[in-house]
């Protein structure tokens, strides 16, 4: 069965908020800054243990409807895979690059991106370092945020992708790296959103599988949007869901946070696996409303 680390700890995670994120942007210039890029340039992630990423996986092929490519990061290639559908060697057209929950990419997350599809986009999505048989090992939102801007600049150089109309969505741990690429600059995103993608330094309760030294406090901040808000480089909308584990109930302090700044909270129905079609949708209508 496919294991997918979730916020199941949301209650830990509010009293984080409560306490990290009201004070940090409380305390901090509301206007982009490079504070984290420039932290980034000189941190190094020391990995206390090098492992595979603790899921188990499928084998991602070609199929009738999906095509496998690798691109390259770090010197490590590594697999991903593009949904067949509206792909058109004569037009360019739009590309929804879709970041996995969980540790592994598998076929059903393709599937679970119909929504996309279905409004002509073309759907593109990597597997990251230490996952899916790829090399290098697993770093819990660093390395892997480093492979998905690769992943986005390899798709934005092909025939068949519209470079100025790149649109990054992720779920769960996908949607953390999502949160994480809003603080990066030159990478071609048009915009980016995320499902259940919000987590706090201190990942507590997944101490089994942090593979860093998480009594660095360095560590984790570098891991994770909410520590980092005054540096966003483009707006990151979070996609909430109001049955997921109690976040809806602190709504207000969770505007608060979002209030003057690049992080954009928006509501929609069902809990952290069920919120992610209603998400997905929602994310569409930003998209399309913002064209007009």
Not at 182 to 193: F, H, R, T
Not at 261 to 278: A, M, N, R
Request: hydrophobic share 35%; net charge neutral; glycine share 8%.
């Amino acid at each position: 069965m496919k294991k997918k680390y979730n916020t199941k700890v949301q209650i830990h995670f509010i009293l984080c908020i409560l306490t990290t994120l009201l004070f940090s942007c409380e305390t901090k210039s509301q206007k982009s800054d490079s504070t984290y890029l420039n932290e980034k340039q000189h941190f190094h992630s020391k990995l206390i243990k090098k492992e595979k990423a603790p899921q188990e996986y499928e084998d991602l092929v070609s199929t009738k409807d999906l095509l496998k490519v690798e691109y390259l990061s770090n010197g490590i290639n590594l697999k991903a895979l593009i949904v067949k559908k509206n792909l058109d060697s004569t037009k360019r057209k739009p590309i929804l690059v879709y970041l996995h929950g969980g540790f592994a990419l598998g076929e059903q997350d393709l599937l679970d991106c119909q929504v996309f599809t279905k409004q002509g986009y073309i759907v593109f999505a990597p597997s990251y370092r230490g996952e899916n048989g790829n090399g290098g090992n697993f770093e819990l939102f660093q390395g892997e945020v480093d492979d998905a801007k690769e992943a986005i600049k390899w798709i934005a150089k092909q025939p068949f992708a519209d470079s100025t109309k790149i649109y990054v969505f992720g779920h769960s741990i996908g949607g953390g790296i999502s949160s994480l690429l809003s603080l990066e600059n030159n990478v071609p995103i048009a915009k980016s959103g995320s499902s259940g993608g919000l987590y706090t330094q201190d990942f507590y309760g997944w101490e089994d599988i942090i593979p860093f030294d998480n009594k660095n406090p360095l560590e984790g901040k570098m891991r994770v949007l909410v520590e980092n808000i005054p540096s966003m480089q483009i707006n990151h909308y979070a996609l909430v869901g109001k049955e997921d584990e109690g976040l809806y109930d602190l709504k207000d302090e969770l505007n608060a946070i979002s209030r003057n700044s690049k992080l954009k909270l928006i509501y929609v129905d069902g809990d952290h696996f069920t919120s992610l079609e209603p998400a997905m949708k929602k994310f569409i209508e930003i998209i399309n409303n913002e064209k007009k």
